[in-house]
């Protein structure tokens, strides 16, 4: 049964995020700096930390790496669920998921380049 249900939330979160997504415009989109800050943290300086963290932990390997790929990875459409559930404006939560995929194909290999260079 667990099953059943964990196999539509993907679709239907994707469907949700998808018409929200359509209804927004670029003008729409804006560029504030705490929305940067938020994208800064989340790609780069939170996985950063969990490197330093699981380093000192004497975690290495597969281990490591699942670990710090899992914290590299961009904002979840979970965010702009939450958003259209308390009945806010998305466009804010739209716009930091979008920029925060969009910039994971640099961050993410960018977090291995240096978890490799240094730890």
């Given at each position: ?19 929200s997504f359509a209804n927004?415009?670029?003008k729409d989109c804006r ?76 961050t993410i290999p960018l ?9």
């Amino acid at each position: 049964m667990i099953n059943d249900i964990s196999a539509i939330n993907t679709p239907l979160s994707m469907l949700v995020i998808g018409n929200s997504f359509a209804n927004i415009t670029l003008k729409d989109c804006r560029l504030s700096w705490a929305l940067v800050a938020a994208v800064i943290l989340r790609n780069l300086i939170y996985p950063l930390l969990t490197v330093v963290v699981i380093s000192f932990l004497g975690i290495t390997g597969m281990a490591q790496a699942a670990v710090v790929l899992m914290m590299a990875c961009p904002v979840a459409g979970i965010v702009v669920l939450f958003t259209l559930q308390q009945h806010e404006d998305p466009s804010p939560a739209i716009t930091l998921m979008s920029l925060s995929t969009l910039l994971s194909v640099i961050t993410i290999p960018l977090v291995f380049i240096i978890s490799r260079e240094f730890f």
